[in-house]
């Protein structure tokens, strides 16, 4: 019997992600920034009593930027090169 021939090895082209340098440390310092402002948001919401200006106006302003503005434009935001 004779042997059966291997085929030859096959090299596969390494696969690249095109996300590999997307999120930069620009992105991340924005990611935080977001953060804290939904944080301050919710602290600034917490705050007694539930019908201060403080609670009912700003707060959600804040968040609105945060939700709206910040944490998307962290995501989206790329460098042009």
């Given at each position: 019997?004779?042997?059966?021939?291997?085929?030859?090895?096959?090299?596969?082209?390494?696969?690249?992600?095109?996300?590999?340098?997307?999120?930069?440390?620009q992105n991340?310092?924005?990611?935080?920034?977001?953060?804290?402002?939904?944080?301050?948001?919710?602290?600034?919401?917490?705050?007694?009593?539930?019908?201060?200006?403080?609670?009912?106006?700003?707060?959600?302003?804040?968040?609105?930027?945060?939700?709206?503005?910040?944490i998307p434009?962290?995501?989206?935001?790329?460098?042009?090169?």
């Open positions: 019997m004779s042997k059966s021939k291997r085929p030859a090895k096959t090299t596969f082209k390494k696969f690249e992600s095109p996300f590999k340098d997307y999120w930069t440390k991340f310092i924005l990611l935080g920034i977001g953060l804290i402002l939904i944080i301050a948001g919710y602290y600034l919401m917490s705050i007694s009593p539930w019908d201060n200006p403080t609670a009912l106006n700003f707060s959600p302003i804040v968040l609105l930027i945060a939700y709206v503005v910040v434009l962290s995501i989206l935001y790329k460098k042009k090169k």
